[in-house]
């Protein structure tokens, strides 16, 4: 079994930054890609972005140039720097995990979520 606990969630105003963090923890060797996904009440879940264990990066076309992930495979952590938040952004980020490349997301194992909230 693998446990994700994310933090970093919060309220910020149009334009502010949030670094959100994921922390693994249990049966983790096996893991390879790690990504953030979000979904809004009756929307569709999507990969926000997500990282390989060697750094290999994707990120959705909606957040390209303001949302940076990294991952410290020491800490077995995963951060995801947020840059010029819109309102649009507002969601429950949750960490996921895989034991295969980046298509291979959604893995089976799940972070409880961490709320971000980007007032106008």
């Known amino acids: 079994q693998v446990q994700l606990v994310e933090s970093g969630g919060g309220l910020v105003q149009a334009g502010g930054s949030l670094r959100l963090s994921c922390a693994a923890s249990g049966s983790i060797f096996n893991i390879n890609a790690m990504g953030w996904f979000r979904q809004a009440v009756g929307t569709q879940r999507e990969l926000v972005a997500a990282i390989t264990s060697g750094g290999s990066t994707s990120y959705a076309d909606s957040v390209k140039g303001r949302f940076t992930i990294s991952r410290d495979n020491q800490k077995n952590t995963v951060y995801l720097q947020m840059n010029n938040l819109k309102p649009e952004d507002t969601d429950v980020y949750y960490c996921?995990?895989?034991?295969?490349?980046?298509?291979?997301?959604?893995?089976?194992?799940w972070g409880q979520g961490t709320q971000v909230t980007v007032s106008s």
């Open positions: 996921n995990a895989a034991p295969f490349g980046l298509r291979s997301l959604p893995g089976r194992y």
